[in-house]
Protein backbone atom coordinates (compact mmCIF):
# COMPACT_ATOMS: atom_id res chain seq x y z
CA UNK A 1 0.00 0.00 0.00
CA UNK A 2 1.30 3.54 -0.79
CA UNK A 3 1.30 6.67 1.38
CA UNK A 4 -1.93 8.50 0.23
CA UNK A 5 -0.05 11.72 -0.82
CA UNK A 6 -3.29 13.83 -0.73
CA UNK A 7 -3.42 13.58 3.04
CA UNK A 8 -1.92 16.92 4.73
CA UNK A 9 -2.77 15.93 8.38
CA UNK A 10 -0.18 16.91 10.79
CA UNK A 11 1.69 15.49 13.73
CA UNK A 12 1.72 17.13 16.72
CA UNK A 13 3.31 16.85 19.50
CA UNK A 14 1.45 17.55 23.29
CA UNK A 15 2.74 18.80 26.16
CA UNK A 16 4.90 16.32 28.41
CA UNK A 17 5.79 14.00 24.49
CA UNK A 18 2.54 12.68 23.88
CA UNK A 19 1.29 12.48 20.46
CA UNK A 20 -2.11 14.45 20.50
CA UNK A 21 -4.68 12.02 20.18
CA UNK A 22 -6.91 14.90 19.20
CA UNK A 23 -4.70 16.87 16.92
CA UNK A 24 -2.39 14.58 14.76
CA UNK A 25 -2.04 11.38 13.39
CA UNK A 26 -3.14 9.18 15.45
CA UNK A 27 -6.86 11.13 15.84
CA UNK A 28 -6.67 9.93 11.84
CA UNK A 29 -6.03 6.34 12.87
CA UNK A 30 -9.53 4.14 13.15
CA UNK A 31 -10.28 1.51 15.17
CA UNK A 32 -9.53 -1.13 12.45
CA UNK A 33 -6.29 0.65 11.18
CA UNK A 34 -4.45 -2.30 11.86
CA UNK A 35 -6.16 -4.79 9.44
CA UNK A 36 -6.67 -1.75 7.42
CA UNK A 37 -3.28 -0.98 6.63
CA UNK A 38 -4.34 2.71 7.32
CA UNK A 39 -1.19 4.83 6.21
CA UNK A 40 -1.20 8.76 7.66
CA UNK A 41 1.29 11.22 6.54
CA UNK A 42 3.00 12.70 9.71
CA UNK A 43 5.00 16.05 10.45
CA UNK A 44 6.58 17.30 13.64
CA UNK A 45 5.22 20.14 15.66
CA UNK A 46 7.20 20.57 18.75
CA UNK A 47 4.81 22.98 20.75
CA UNK A 48 6.59 25.89 21.65
CA UNK A 49 5.26 25.69 25.34
CA UNK A 50 7.28 22.47 25.36
CA UNK A 51 10.34 24.33 24.40
CA UNK A 52 9.96 27.34 26.37
CA UNK A 53 9.53 24.51 29.82
CA UNK A 54 12.64 22.74 28.38
CA UNK A 55 14.28 26.01 28.91
CA UNK A 56 12.74 27.06 31.77
CA UNK A 57 13.64 23.23 33.72
CA UNK A 58 17.11 24.33 31.91
CA UNK A 59 17.89 27.47 33.83
CA UNK A 60 16.31 25.52 37.11
CA UNK A 61 19.27 23.29 36.99
CA UNK A 62 20.71 22.10 40.43
CA UNK A 63 23.73 20.75 39.91
CA UNK A 64 26.23 18.27 42.14
CA UNK A 65 29.29 19.32 43.32
CA UNK A 66 32.72 19.20 40.73
CA UNK A 67 34.16 15.28 40.03
CA UNK A 68 37.29 14.63 42.62
CA UNK A 69 38.85 13.23 39.57
CA UNK A 70 40.12 14.97 36.62
CA UNK A 71 38.62 12.43 33.51
CA UNK A 72 35.62 10.63 32.72
CA UNK A 73 35.86 7.91 35.35
CA UNK A 74 33.36 9.01 37.59
CA UNK A 75 31.27 10.09 34.44
CA UNK A 76 30.47 13.26 32.68
CA UNK A 77 32.74 16.39 34.07
CA UNK A 78 30.92 18.90 35.17
CA UNK A 79 32.17 21.28 33.88
CA UNK A 80 31.74 19.72 29.80
CA UNK A 81 27.68 18.72 31.19
CA UNK A 82 27.73 22.61 32.10
CA UNK A 83 29.31 23.88 28.91
CA UNK A 84 26.95 21.79 26.47
CA UNK A 85 23.37 22.64 29.14
CA UNK A 86 24.82 26.42 28.33
CA UNK A 87 24.37 25.89 24.61
CA UNK A 88 21.01 24.35 24.66
CA UNK A 89 19.55 26.80 26.88
CA UNK A 90 20.82 29.83 24.83
CA UNK A 91 21.87 29.20 21.65
CA UNK A 92 20.57 25.55 20.63
CA UNK A 93 17.55 25.88 17.80
CA UNK A 94 15.04 23.00 17.75
CA UNK A 95 13.46 24.51 14.28
CA UNK A 96 16.28 23.75 12.95
CA UNK A 97 16.17 19.60 13.04
CA UNK A 98 12.42 19.92 13.24
CA UNK A 99 12.22 21.21 9.18
CA UNK A 100 15.21 18.80 8.41
CA UNK A 101 13.41 16.35 9.51
CA UNK A 102 9.89 17.43 7.93
CA UNK A 103 11.41 17.91 4.58
CA UNK A 104 11.74 13.85 4.79
CA UNK A 105 8.28 12.32 3.92
CA UNK A 106 7.18 10.64 7.11
CA UNK A 107 4.16 8.40 8.02
CA UNK A 108 2.46 6.31 10.74
CA UNK A 109 0.62 3.16 10.89
CA UNK A 110 -0.19 -0.12 12.87
CA UNK A 111 0.99 -2.95 13.15
CA UNK A 112 0.65 -5.41 15.32
CA UNK A 113 -1.61 -3.02 17.52
CA UNK A 114 1.90 -0.63 17.77
CA UNK A 115 1.95 2.42 16.21
CA UNK A 116 5.00 2.92 14.20
CA UNK A 117 6.50 6.14 12.78
CA UNK A 118 8.47 6.02 9.60
CA UNK A 119 10.13 8.22 6.85
CA UNK A 120 9.91 7.25 3.74
CA UNK A 121 11.92 8.88 0.60
CA UNK A 122 10.98 7.14 -2.42
CA UNK A 123 13.89 7.79 -5.28
CA UNK A 124 13.28 8.99 -8.88
CA UNK A 125 15.20 6.07 -10.03
CA UNK A 126 12.15 3.20 -10.90
CA UNK A 127 15.26 0.72 -9.87
CA UNK A 128 16.39 2.06 -6.83
CA UNK A 129 17.30 -1.06 -4.30
CA UNK A 130 14.71 -0.47 -1.49
CA UNK A 131 16.63 -0.47 2.37
CA UNK A 132 15.10 -0.26 5.40
CA UNK A 133 17.67 1.68 7.88
CA UNK A 134 17.59 0.78 11.95
CA UNK A 135 18.99 2.90 14.88
CA UNK A 136 19.69 1.80 17.59
CA UNK A 137 19.99 2.82 21.43
CA UNK A 138 20.76 6.23 22.52
CA UNK A 139 19.96 6.82 18.71
CA UNK A 140 17.00 8.00 16.47
CA UNK A 141 15.72 8.59 12.93
CA UNK A 142 18.31 12.04 13.15
CA UNK A 143 21.35 9.33 13.14
CA UNK A 144 20.38 9.21 8.92
CA UNK A 145 19.28 12.76 8.15
CA UNK A 146 22.30 13.16 6.49
CA UNK A 147 22.31 10.27 4.37
CA UNK A 148 18.76 10.10 2.99
CA UNK A 149 19.02 12.14 0.16
CA UNK A 150 22.72 10.93 -0.80
CA UNK A 151 20.85 7.61 -0.87
CA UNK A 152 17.61 8.62 -2.30
CA UNK A 153 19.50 10.74 -5.42
CA UNK A 154 22.91 9.51 -5.75
CA UNK A 155 23.49 11.70 -8.90
CA UNK A 156 23.66 14.39 -7.31
CA UNK A 157 25.92 13.91 -4.55
CA UNK A 158 28.61 12.15 -6.54
CA UNK A 159 26.90 9.36 -7.05
CA UNK A 160 25.75 7.53 -10.21
CA UNK A 161 21.72 6.20 -10.85
CA UNK A 162 22.43 2.90 -10.57
CA UNK A 163 23.54 3.42 -6.57
CA UNK A 164 19.93 5.01 -6.19
CA UNK A 165 18.02 3.46 -3.01
CA UNK A 166 14.77 3.69 -1.65
CA UNK A 167 15.04 4.28 1.99
CA UNK A 168 12.83 3.66 5.01
CA UNK A 169 13.41 4.52 8.11
CA UNK A 170 11.19 3.10 11.04
CA UNK A 171 11.33 4.65 14.76
CA UNK A 172 12.11 1.71 16.96
CA UNK A 173 9.39 0.86 19.03
CA UNK A 174 9.20 3.26 22.36
CA UNK A 175 11.46 5.41 20.40
CA UNK A 176 10.90 9.10 18.62
CA UNK A 177 7.56 9.07 17.11
CA UNK A 178 6.34 5.52 17.95
CA UNK A 179 4.36 4.25 19.99
CA UNK A 180 5.29 3.25 23.34
CA UNK A 181 4.19 -0.23 23.84
CA UNK A 182 2.25 -0.71 27.07
CA UNK A 183 2.55 -4.58 27.29
CA UNK A 184 5.66 -6.49 27.44
CA UNK A 185 6.67 -8.80 24.09
CA UNK A 186 7.71 -5.80 22.03
CA UNK A 187 11.66 -7.61 21.65
CA UNK A 188 13.61 -8.07 18.57
CA UNK A 189 11.89 -10.99 17.07
CA UNK A 190 8.48 -9.29 17.13
CA UNK A 191 10.01 -5.63 15.38
CA UNK A 192 11.66 -7.94 12.90
CA UNK A 193 8.44 -9.44 12.28
CA UNK A 194 6.85 -6.04 12.28
CA UNK A 195 9.58 -4.19 9.85
CA UNK A 196 8.66 -7.07 7.27
CA UNK A 197 5.41 -6.23 7.19
CA UNK A 198 6.20 -2.24 7.03
CA UNK A 199 8.04 -3.29 3.82
CA UNK A 200 5.31 -5.43 2.52
CA UNK A 201 2.75 -2.52 3.13
CA UNK A 202 4.38 -0.72 1.48
CA UNK A 203 4.70 -2.54 -1.03
CA UNK A 204 8.48 -3.75 -1.67
CA UNK A 205 8.46 -7.02 -2.57
CA UNK A 206 12.47 -7.51 -2.72
CA UNK A 207 14.17 -5.16 -0.24
CA UNK A 208 17.62 -5.02 2.04
CA UNK A 209 18.11 -4.12 5.64
CA UNK A 210 20.74 -2.55 7.03
CA UNK A 211 21.22 -1.29 11.23
CA UNK A 212 24.01 -1.02 13.49
CA UNK A 213 23.37 -1.27 17.44
CA UNK A 214 20.23 -2.39 17.84
CA UNK A 215 19.46 -2.19 14.57
CA UNK A 216 22.58 -4.67 13.90
CA UNK A 217 20.53 -7.29 16.11
CA UNK A 218 17.69 -6.90 14.48
CA UNK A 219 19.12 -7.42 11.33
CA UNK A 220 20.16 -10.69 12.43
CA UNK A 221 16.47 -11.50 13.87
CA UNK A 222 15.24 -10.59 10.58
CA UNK A 223 17.88 -12.34 8.06
CA UNK A 224 17.02 -15.65 10.93
CA UNK A 225 13.71 -15.19 9.88
CA UNK A 226 14.01 -15.10 6.14
CA UNK A 227 10.87 -13.40 5.02
CA UNK A 228 10.05 -13.58 1.54
CA UNK A 229 11.71 -10.70 0.08
CA UNK A 230 14.54 -9.88 2.41
CA UNK A 231 17.51 -10.33 0.07
CA UNK A 232 20.54 -9.55 2.05
CA UNK A 233 21.66 -7.62 5.27
CA UNK A 234 24.14 -4.75 5.95
CA UNK A 235 25.84 -4.19 9.12
CA UNK A 236 27.79 -1.72 10.98
CA UNK A 237 28.51 -3.22 14.35
CA UNK A 238 30.70 -6.56 14.67
CA UNK A 239 29.13 -9.46 16.32
CA UNK A 240 30.58 -12.06 15.97
CA UNK A 241 33.15 -13.60 18.21
CA UNK A 242 36.49 -15.29 18.71
CA UNK A 243 36.18 -19.56 17.62
CA UNK A 244 36.42 -22.00 20.71
CA UNK A 245 40.28 -22.07 21.73
CA UNK A 246 40.89 -18.76 20.83
CA UNK A 247 41.27 -15.72 22.51
CA UNK A 248 39.99 -12.54 21.73
CA UNK A 249 42.63 -8.99 21.22
CA UNK A 250 43.38 -7.79 24.41
CA UNK A 251 40.86 -4.72 25.95
CA UNK A 252 40.59 -2.84 28.50
CA UNK A 253 41.08 -4.00 32.15
CA UNK A 254 38.24 -6.21 33.09
CA UNK A 255 37.20 -4.24 35.95
CA UNK A 256 37.40 -1.14 33.54
CA UNK A 257 35.15 -2.90 31.09
CA UNK A 258 32.42 -3.55 33.62
CA UNK A 259 32.35 0.33 34.32
CA UNK A 260 31.13 0.46 31.17
CA UNK A 261 28.44 -1.92 31.12
CA UNK A 262 26.72 0.38 34.14
CA UNK A 263 24.00 2.00 31.41
CA UNK A 264 23.36 -1.50 29.91
CA UNK A 265 22.62 -3.20 33.61
CA UNK A 266 20.39 -0.43 34.88
CA UNK A 267 18.66 -0.34 31.15
CA UNK A 268 17.76 -4.21 31.70
CA UNK A 269 16.74 -4.38 35.18
CA UNK A 270 15.39 -1.22 36.47
CA UNK A 271 14.41 0.71 33.21
CA UNK A 272 11.14 2.57 35.06
CA UNK A 273 13.45 3.34 38.30
CA UNK A 274 16.08 4.99 35.57
CA UNK A 275 12.80 6.79 33.82
CA UNK A 276 11.64 9.01 36.22
CA UNK A 277 15.18 10.89 36.82
CA UNK A 278 15.21 10.90 32.74
CA UNK A 279 11.36 12.39 32.34
CA UNK A 280 11.67 15.05 35.04
CA UNK A 281 15.59 16.72 34.10
CA UNK A 282 16.80 17.53 30.66
CA UNK A 283 20.05 17.96 31.95
CA UNK A 284 20.05 14.04 33.29
CA UNK A 285 18.56 12.53 30.20
CA UNK A 286 21.57 14.85 28.28
CA UNK A 287 24.26 13.83 30.30
CA UNK A 288 22.75 10.03 29.77
CA UNK A 289 23.67 10.55 26.34
CA UNK A 290 26.29 12.43 26.00
CA UNK A 291 28.33 10.19 28.19
CA UNK A 292 27.65 7.72 24.73
CA UNK A 293 28.98 9.86 22.59
CA UNK A 294 32.11 10.18 24.85
CA UNK A 295 32.76 6.95 25.60
CA UNK A 296 31.65 5.38 21.89
CA UNK A 297 32.64 7.33 18.71
CA UNK A 298 35.75 7.97 17.42
CA UNK A 299 36.18 11.41 19.04
CA UNK A 300 37.14 9.37 22.48
CA UNK A 301 36.04 10.89 26.03
CA UNK A 302 36.00 13.96 23.21
CA UNK A 303 32.75 13.83 21.74
CA UNK A 304 33.21 17.44 20.48
CA UNK A 305 35.79 16.25 17.94
CA UNK A 306 33.27 13.87 16.55
CA UNK A 307 29.79 15.56 16.60
CA UNK A 308 29.03 19.15 16.92
CA UNK A 309 26.65 20.22 19.67
CA UNK A 310 23.72 20.88 17.54
CA UNK A 311 23.85 17.14 16.56
CA UNK A 312 24.49 15.98 19.68
CA UNK A 313 21.39 18.40 21.02
CA UNK A 314 19.16 17.26 18.29
CA UNK A 315 19.36 13.34 19.16
CA UNK A 316 18.82 14.47 22.97
CA UNK A 317 16.24 16.51 22.22
CA UNK A 318 14.53 14.46 20.10
CA UNK A 319 14.28 11.95 23.12
CA UNK A 320 13.38 15.43 25.72
CA UNK A 321 10.48 15.89 23.84
CA UNK A 322 9.18 12.38 22.83
CA UNK A 323 9.82 11.61 27.04
CA UNK A 324 10.93 8.09 25.73
CA UNK A 325 13.75 7.99 28.15
CA UNK A 326 12.44 5.13 30.10
CA UNK A 327 10.61 3.34 26.99
CA UNK A 328 13.19 3.56 25.04
CA UNK A 329 15.60 1.58 27.35
CA UNK A 330 12.53 -0.72 27.85
CA UNK A 331 14.06 -2.73 24.51
CA UNK A 332 17.26 -3.74 27.17
CA UNK A 333 14.63 -5.30 29.49
CA UNK A 334 13.06 -6.93 26.78
CA UNK A 335 16.17 -8.27 24.77
CA UNK A 336 19.43 -7.85 26.34
CA UNK A 337 20.65 -11.35 26.01
CA UNK A 338 18.51 -12.27 22.86
CA UNK A 339 19.55 -13.73 19.87
CA UNK A 340 18.55 -15.53 16.78
CA UNK A 341 18.37 -19.70 16.83
CA UNK A 342 21.27 -20.89 15.09
CA UNK A 343 24.85 -21.05 14.88
CA UNK A 344 25.50 -19.46 11.75
CA UNK A 345 23.18 -17.07 9.46
CA UNK A 346 23.04 -18.09 6.06
CA UNK A 347 21.69 -14.88 4.20
CA UNK A 348 24.01 -12.81 2.37
CA UNK A 349 25.78 -10.34 4.70
CA UNK A 350 27.81 -7.67 3.81
CA UNK A 351 30.21 -5.85 6.70
CA UNK A 352 31.63 -2.01 6.80
CA UNK A 353 34.10 -1.88 10.00
CA UNK A 354 34.44 1.97 11.03
CA UNK A 355 37.70 1.69 13.28
CA UNK A 356 36.28 2.91 16.85
CA UNK A 357 34.17 -0.12 16.44
CA UNK A 358 36.27 -2.62 15.34
CA UNK A 359 35.68 -6.27 16.57
CA UNK A 360 38.26 -9.26 15.79
CA UNK A 361 39.39 -10.15 12.18
CA UNK A 362 37.31 -11.13 9.33
CA UNK A 363 37.45 -15.54 9.22
CA UNK A 364 35.66 -14.65 12.58
CA UNK A 365 32.91 -13.04 11.14
CA UNK A 366 33.33 -15.71 8.35
CA UNK A 367 32.50 -18.92 10.16
CA UNK A 368 28.99 -17.30 11.50
CA UNK A 369 28.46 -15.87 8.44
CA UNK A 370 29.24 -18.02 5.44
CA UNK A 371 27.49 -15.87 2.99
CA UNK A 372 29.72 -12.85 3.70
CA UNK A 373 29.95 -11.36 0.74
CA UNK A 374 31.36 -8.17 1.28
CA UNK A 375 34.26 -6.95 3.73
CA UNK A 376 35.72 -3.46 4.21
CA UNK A 377 37.30 -1.71 7.33
CA UNK A 378 37.02 1.91 6.78
CA UNK A 379 39.21 4.86 7.47
CA UNK A 380 37.41 6.73 9.91
CA UNK A 381 34.33 6.15 12.73
CA UNK A 382 32.54 4.73 15.08
CA UNK A 383 29.54 3.21 16.48
CA UNK A 384 27.28 6.02 15.49
CA UNK A 385 28.45 5.31 11.98
CA UNK A 386 26.17 7.13 9.79
CA UNK A 387 25.94 10.14 12.22
CA UNK A 388 29.82 10.89 12.78
CA UNK A 389 30.50 9.93 8.71
CA UNK A 390 27.80 10.40 6.27
CA UNK A 391 30.05 10.07 3.57
CA UNK A 392 31.63 7.06 4.63
CA UNK A 393 28.83 5.58 5.38
CA UNK A 394 27.16 6.58 2.19
CA UNK A 395 29.56 5.10 0.02
CA UNK A 396 30.13 1.75 1.64
CA UNK A 397 26.26 1.10 1.16
CA UNK A 398 26.76 1.63 -2.36
CA UNK A 399 29.82 -0.27 -2.72
CA UNK A 400 27.99 -2.99 -0.10
CA UNK A 401 24.84 -3.82 -2.24
CA UNK A 402 26.58 -3.28 -5.97
CA UNK A 403 25.87 -6.97 -6.77
CA UNK A 404 22.59 -7.62 -4.48
CA UNK A 405 20.83 -5.38 -7.25
CA UNK A 406 18.19 -6.74 -9.35
Not at 178 to 185: E, L, N
Not at 312 to 317: A, F, K, P, R
Request: charged residues 20%; contains cysteine.
Amino acid sequence: MTEPSELTRRGVLARGGQLAAAAGVIAAASANAASSGLITPFKIAVPQADIDDLKRRLAATRWPEREPVDDWSQGVPLARIQALIAYWRDKYDWRRIEAKLNSFPQFRTEIDGLGIHYIHARSKHANALPMIMTHGWPGSIIEFAEVIQPLVDPEAFGGKAEDAFHVVVPSLPGYGFSDRPSHTGWGMERIATAWHTLMTRLGYTRYVAQGGDWGARLCLFMGAQRPQGLAALHLNRPLYWAPPGEKSPPGPPRARWESELGYRIQQSTRPQTLGYGLADSPVGQAAWIYEKYAAWSAGKWNPEAAFSMDAMLDNISLYWFTNTGVSSGRLYWESIDALPPGDKFDIPIAYSIFPAEKGGPKRWAERLFPNLFYWNEVEAGGHFAAFEQPKIFVRELRSAFKTMRA
